[in-house]
């Protein structure tokens, strides 16, 4: 299940690299004919974008950090991952050394439809914050407080991909009118 959303979000690269323009906790969408994405950066390196597509059962979770760079490519390694203090999430991600010019990265599939995937949602939806780390150490902390309307605009823009209307022009950010959410 994997590789064909690695195969959509590299088709939609160009498009989440403008990730680089936006601002700590300011989440914005992209979308392309592939799918839809949403990404925010933490201001210290850190930049995690979400991609899903219509055709796919699962949410593409994408964190990029120069940090990762000694990763191997290809290769599965644990990831944690909790959300305020709700408990540690540990995820196998696969590590990709070029992605975009937010730096290499890890990827890993969330699936909605499951129960572990559904509670992973709300708590990401829930949460205030979402710390990121490998091997017992946090690698960096993303402010979240955004993060539900970004999952209702991505679940807009899915909505008109499956009803067959073409993709949404990319959004420079959003929630209530285009204006920055500011955490």
Avoid at 6 to 32: C, D, E, R
Avoid at 62 to 80: F, H, M, R, T
Avoid at 118 to 137: P, V
Wanted: with cysteine; hydrophobic share 45%; net charge negative.
């Amino acid at each position: 299940m994997l590789k064909p959303i690695v195969a959509f979000l590299l088709l939609t690269a160009p498009t989440v690299a403008a990730t680089q323009t936006t601002a700590p906790g300011q989440w914005k969408l992209a979308a392309s004919d592939e799918g839809c994405v949403v990404h925010t950066s933490s201001g210290k390196g850190t930049v995690v974008s979400i991609a899903a597509n219509p055709a796919q059962g699962a949410l593409l979770f994408v964190v990029q950090n120069k940090q990762l760079a000694s990763l191997e490519d290809g290769e599965a390694y644990p990831v944690q991952v909790e959300f305020d203090d709700m408990g540690e999430w540990e995820v196998q991600a696969v590590a990709q050394k070029e992605l975009d010019a937010d730096g290499p990265g890890v990827m890993f599939a969330v699936q909605p439809s499951r129960e572990d995937g559904s509670r992973f949602i709300k708590e990401f939806a829930a949460a205030q914050g979402m710390h990121i780390g490998r091997e017992g150490a946090v690698m960096d902390t993303l402010p979240l407080s955004g993060s539900k309307p970004a999952m209702a605009q991505m679940a807009q823009c899915l909505g008109k991909m499956w009803s067959n209307a073409s993709a949404p022009e990319a959004e420079p950010v959003f929630e209530g009118g285009g204006k920055p959410i500011k955490i």
